[in-house]
């Protein structure tokens, strides 16, 4: 689905190369969360699948591949911010010179948002902003689904939520899921694969052979 061949990348000026000699596959189907310290480019290694950004070396094939993405969310949608559910979605399916109306209810319904499309973004919860930048995410029908940090300012209860989201669209959606993750009980309950980042390096785990490493190192 997603293979990565000798990648390296840094920034201009950047003595040194931040990620190198990366090399993954990601197969389809899966859900791979990427963990590392703060300064491992968990971020930039998403923003180079995206297209974002372009590696010094090496080459990423997204094999044909549609891709949604779920920044991380900012906490700046006040009361005041002036756009509905309906018309954000609206103008992104018009963005995608997606002509059927329709892809909006659509995606709504696959999030629980039906009953949403006429409030105002900045009225609405955390957990609900949430959902509804999943909606935009899967406008256009994408195979992949990367997620920057979706718990991120959400309470609990609606990190629950979230989470059991994203693992339905991977498995009843059959949408392979790559989500930059800090929350631990996150990645061991949803993962399918666990992509290490540190000192530039990568590792791809099963979830089995994360599982045994954190029991080898005594935790993480």
């Known amino acids: 689905m ?10 201009p000026n950047s003595p040194c190369y931040l990620l190198k000699d990366i090399n993954i596959n990601i197969p389809k189907g899966s859900y ?28 990423i094939e ?11 969310r900012m906490d700046n949608f006040n009361a005041e911010f002036p ?11 018009k963005l995608l010179k997606i002509k059927d109306s329709t892809a909006i209810y659509n995606c709504l319904k696959k999030v629980n948002m039906i009953n949403f499309e ?15 930048f999943i909606a935009k995410a ?51 309950s949803n993962s399918t694969h666990v992509l290490q980042l540190k000192d530039g390096g990568s590792k791809l785990y099963t979830l089995e052979e994360f599982k045994a490493s954190i029991d080898t190192q005594g935790g993480l």
């Open 2 to 11: 997603i293979n990565i061949k000798n990648l390296y990348f840094s920034y």
């Open 32 to 59: 791979v969360s990427i963990i590392g310290e703060n300064g491992s480019c968990k971020s930039t290694l998403v923003k180079l699948i995206l297209n974002l950004l372009k590696p010094l070396k090496g080459t």
């Open 62 to 72: 997204l094999k044909g591949s549609k891709v949604g993405y779920v920044p991380q």
């Open 83 to 93: 756009i509905t559910v309906k018309e954000l979605l609206n103008t992104y399916r």
């Open 118 to 132: 006429n409030h105002l973004l900045g009225n609405l919860s955390g957990g609900q902003q949430q959902r509804i």
């Open 138 to 188: 899967l406008m256009g029908t994408p195979d992949i689904l990367i997620l920057d940090e979706p718990s991120t300012g959400i309470d609990i209860t609606n990190q629950r939520e979230i989470y059991y989201l994203i693992k339905h669209l991977n498995l009843c959606e059959k949408i392979t899921v790559i989500s930059v993750e800090h929350n631990l009980d996150a990645v061991l």
